[in-house]
């Protein structure tokens, strides 16, 4: 039987750089992943191909769109599907081998199969086929992720009702979409398949889109995707469906309580994610979960067992793939004896429709709750010349700040390349910046990045230079 320090079940973003910043501290350290490739629902069917999808959609949406304003004119334009999904297919292939790549560089031992706890030390895995093998560790790290979340009604049946699995893989343009759900998956998904022709139907059980983000988000969001064909329903709950032949027809009802229907060809379900923790043998070790299926953890992501540790989706949270990495190197460097530290409130949250949307920190209505007396600053993107000049004239940078002492409290935006936008606040917030100090930095003119000075100096004192 293999011996090890630090075996991690799970190769997704936060099970596969656990498994590198151990070996980089000079564990010895196995990677159990039951699929054949590496790289979790991230890579494989998540974030990797959705965003392959969502760049291809959207060059592909300017070209019908939007390059005549810029004096490009084309004729003949078609979308070869078949290729955009190979494009993705490959980038996906390359993703995943790279990870297999940091595998054998940092001398990581990987076993494919299904791994399970037989005792607090021992790991069976079982292979496809009935074989199975059993390795030793000290410490274990579960890192299993999550899978998409159901209805009790509306079981998927992976091709006509389906998930963000399917739904990066469909081999047609839907005519119709349905997407129950109007969070940052269905949203993102949803924007692929209308940029490509698709009617595409939100239906949100929520008064609004994004519902755990800031209000003000949800709003210019909305309008922003209205204005690109979107159909939306608030406040509707889906009380049914059939499935028949070609065809999903669902039956709902608006917070009046009066009933809706709606046919499509495709419904998407993106009612959010449930965590991976079926088939370990958790009872086998004492390792708890909740009646969710989430694992119970400390300040040091230990379970019940001190020597077995959890992170990702699977502790519950934010389920996000950067803050899956973050815990995997704390995990790492707590096992090796130092003390690692996560602001939670500074994890950065992103929507990759167009325009992005991304935050960090507090929303309006979280310090309304808490009491804390705060001052907000605002700036359009239209205000900005590289916004005009490229044509992303839609939303806008709200900075929060506190009203005595003037440190950032949250920043929230809807913009041209907001994702990347946001780290310069979530690094003013690590270092308890003021709105003054980002209002008083050189930004390089002309960028899109100007907005968050201007939006800050709104904060500070109300007078933005460009406004």
Not at 177 to 203: F, K, N, P
Not at 217 to 242: P, W, Y
Not at 393 to 404: C, F, N, R, S, Y
């Amino acid at each position: 039987m293999n011996t090890y320090d630090v075996s991690v079940i799970g190769s997704g973003p936060g099970g596969y750089i656990a498994a590198i910043r151990c070996a980089q501290l000079g564990k010895k350290v196995a990677i159990v992943e039951r699929y054949p490739t590496l790289g979790g629902t991230c890579l494989n069917v998540g974030c990797i191909p959705s965003k392959a999808l969502l760049d291809s959609s959207e060059h592909y949406y300017n070209a019908e769109k939007n390059c005549k304003t810029h004096g490009i004119e084309l004729t003949g334009l078609r979308c070869n599907f078949k290729s955009m999904r190979k494009r993705k297919d490959k980038l996906v292939s390359q993703t995943t081998d790279g990870v297999r790549y940091l595998m054998d560089k940092n001398g990581i031992d990987v076993y494919t199969g299904w791994g399970s706890f037989r005792d607090a030390t021992q790991l069976q895995i079982k292979k496809e086929g009935g074989d199975s093998v059993e390795i030793q560790s000290a410490k274990t790290i579960i890192a299993t992720g999550s899978k998409p979340g159901t209805l009790p009604f509306l079981p998927l049946d992976k091709k006509r009702v389906i998930s963000s699995t399917e739904a990066l893989d469909l081999k047609e343009i839907p005519e119709h979409l349905l997407v129950i759900g109007g969070g940052a998956i269905g949203l993102e998904l949803g924007s692929v398949y209308r940029r490509l022709g698709s009617q595409v139907t939100v239906i949100e059980y929520a008064d609004r889109i994004i519902p755990t983000m800031d209000a003000a988000l949800s709003k210019e969001l909305m309008k922003c995707l209205k204005k690109r064909g979107f159909a939306f329903e608030l406040s509707t709950q889906v009380t049914g469906a059939t499935v028949q032949d070609d065809k999903v027809s669902l039956e709902a009802k608006d917070k009046k309580g009066k009933s809706l229907s709606f046919t499509a060809d495709y419904c998407l379900l993106a009612v959010g994610r449930k965590p991976y923790t079926e088939g370990l043998g958790l009872e086998r070790v004492g390792v708890q979960t909740d009646d969710r299926g989430f694992i119970g953890v400390d300040e040091h992501w230990q379970t019940q067992r001190e020597n077995i540790y959890a992170i990702g989706d699977v502790t519950g949270g934010a389920m996000l793939a950067h803050k899956a990495e973050e815990e995997g190197v704390a995990v790492a460097e707590h096992i090796d004896g130092q003390k690692p530290h996560i602001d939670y409130n500074l994890i950065p949250h992103v929507v990759y429709t167009w325009p992005e949307v991304a935050a960090v920190g507090q929303t309006e209505s979280q310090l309304e709750e808490a009491g804390i007396a705060y001052k907000s600053g605002e700036f359009p993107m239209r205000a900005l010349g590289r916004a005009r000049a490229s044509g992303d004239v839609d939303g806008a940078i709200k900075v929060l700040a506190d009203e005595k002492t003037d440190e950032v409290l949250g920043v929230h935006m809807v913009g041209a390349r907001a994702a990347d936008l946001i780290v310069e606040a979530v690094v003013a917030m690590e270092f308890r910046a003021s709105a003054e100090d980002i209002g008083r930095i050189c930004h390089p003119h002309p960028t899109y990045s100007e907005a968050v000075k201007e939006a800050a100096l709104d904060a500070f004192n109300g007078r933005p230079l460009n406004r």
